[in-house]
């Protein structure tokens, strides 16, 4: 029994520093999350050890996970989505595919080429696979801030971003799919699809009977309650019957509802019990995940590559496809800055890859060292790139 009440304990002092140190964070003007991190690192084993790993919490951290996902998907404008044309899209694919290549090579520079199919080789492509998440809130702050969220590049960033996480999440599947020793690569596609039809069809069916209900009950308790059903049941369902990771048939679930008329509602429930508990427990999971035991200096050398690739990874690869796009040289720049901040998709993504055995939990070092980097220098960049050429983000 004293286990069961062990438990209590443990949430209550991740819960209390978990946002002490988040508010900390938002107080330096720092990602929340980061703090939540950090506190999770100095509760854990590796610094004052008030906190262990158990089953429990892990259960807790992928259920924060799941709705961290639906969520995203929910906050997602589909319309906008579908309006952003071909630039969004060329710009996002190309802000995955350059990091995804980058971030699979600096691994192979420090520990060897591997060959294909191998451990190391799957270790490698999804260290290139965190690499490619885009977390835009800060540069969305940064830009409302100055007013040129709503030009052409601001929409532009805004838009890729989004499509950027969508692609992302499809890669992450597929390398989880390919991991898997059974898996056949036809079988691995043939999956990945089958569930994208089935989220199509069925998604389309279950839009239109909550629509129904929506308006027959609208803003009602019953409305986010049925959207959390919904949540849970597609991320079972991706995980159980295609062997897709349970977040992204949590992200096609927000993605469902997100155009349906209490899409905010839902979201601002499920931002309840995401900000009050499974979030914290979540990103503070992350730190006492985080291993500083095996950290040498050959560990902080990948780090700091790490994070010097994923800056500039997400610049070449947004900003010369900006180019091509006939977007002026400056404002290239901008697009390219604009789309390298990380967040909370690239520790949702390392998370997933620590649980499945893709990686080892010493390289969430990396991963938050990036996110602090990138958070820090992203708003200052843009500013000093927007103060030298202030006048041609026309809308």
């Keep these: 029994?004293?286990?069961?009440?062990?438990?209590?304990?443990?949430?209550?002092?991740?819960?209390?520093?978990?946002?002490?140190?988040?508010?900390?964070?938002?107080?330096?003007?720092?990602p929340q999350v980061v703090g939540e991190i950090i506190a999770g690192l100095l509760i854990g084993p590796s610094v004052l050890g008030l906190v262990q790993q158990t089953d429990f919490l892990v259960q807790m951290a992928e259920i924060g996970v799941?709705?961290?996902?639906?969520?995203?998907?929910?906050?997602?404008?589909?319309?906008?989505?579908?309006?952003?044309?071909?630039?969004?899209l060329a710009i996002a694919c190309a802000g995955v595919f350059v990091p995804l290549v980058c971030g699979?090579?600096?691994y192979m520079g420090f520990y060897g080429t591997a060959p294909w199919g191998s451990d190391k080789f799957y270790t490698a492509v999804f260290i290139g696979v965190i690499l490619t998440a885009t977390s835009v809130s800060i540069t969305v702050e940064t830009l409302k801030e100055m007013g040129k969220l709503?030009?052409?590049?601001?929409?532009?960033?805004?838009?890729?971003?989004?499509?950027d996480d969508v692609i992302g999440i499809i890669v992450l599947t597929f390398v989880i799919g390919f991991k898997n020793p059974d898996s056949k690569p036809g079988e691995v596609v043939l999956n990945t699809i089958l569930f994208f039809v089935f989220a199509i069809v069925v998604g389309y069916i279950i839009y239109k009977i909550f629509k129904k209900v929506d308006n027959r009950y609208p803003h009602t308790r019953r409305i986010p309650i049925i959207g959390l059903a919904l949540c849970f049941s597609f991320a079972f369902i991706a995980e159980r019957y295609f062997g897709i990771a349970d977040i992204?048939?949590?992200?096609?679930?927000?993605?469902?509802?997100?155009?349906?008329?209490?899409?905010e509602y839902i979201a601002e429930k499920m931002d309840i019990n995401s900000y009050m508990l499974f979030g914290p427990v979540f990103f503070a999971s992350i730190g006492l995940k985080t291993s500083l035991n095996n950290v040498d200096a050959s560990l902080l050398l990948f780090a700091v590559g790490?994070?010097?690739?994923?800056?500039?990874s997400k610049i070449i690869g947004c900003g010369l496809m900006a180019k091509i796009c006939r977007f002026r040289s400056k404002d290239c720049l901008k697009i390219g800055v604009g789309m390298m901040t990380r967040g909370e998709v690239a520790l949702i993504v390392a998370q997933k890859g620590l649980s499945v055995g893709m990686i080892a939990p010493e390289y969430f070092t990396a991963v938050i060292l990036l996110i602090i980097v990138s958070s820090i220098c992203t708003p200052i960049i843009l500013k000093f790139l927007y103060a030298k050429d202030p006048e041609c983000d026309a809308a």
Excluded: H, Q, W
């Design 104 to 106: 699979t090579f600096l």
């Design 1 to 30: 029994m004293e286990t069961v009440y062990g438990v209590f304990c443990d949430l209550a002092i991740i819960i209390v520093f978990a946002k002490f140190f988040g508010l900390l964070a938002r107080k330096l003007k720092a």
């Design 306 to 312: 790490f994070v010097l690739v994923g800056l500039a």
């Design 66 to 88: 799941v709705l961290l996902m639906f969520s995203a998907g929910l906050e997602t404008n589909l319309k906008d989505l579908l309006k952003t044309g071909p630039l969004a």
């Design 248 to 263: 992204t048939g949590a992200y096609v679930a927000g993605i469902i509802l997100c155009s349906s008329r209490d899409s």
């Design 150 to 163: 709503k030009g052409k590049i601001g929409t532009t960033i805004l838009s890729a971003a989004i499509i």
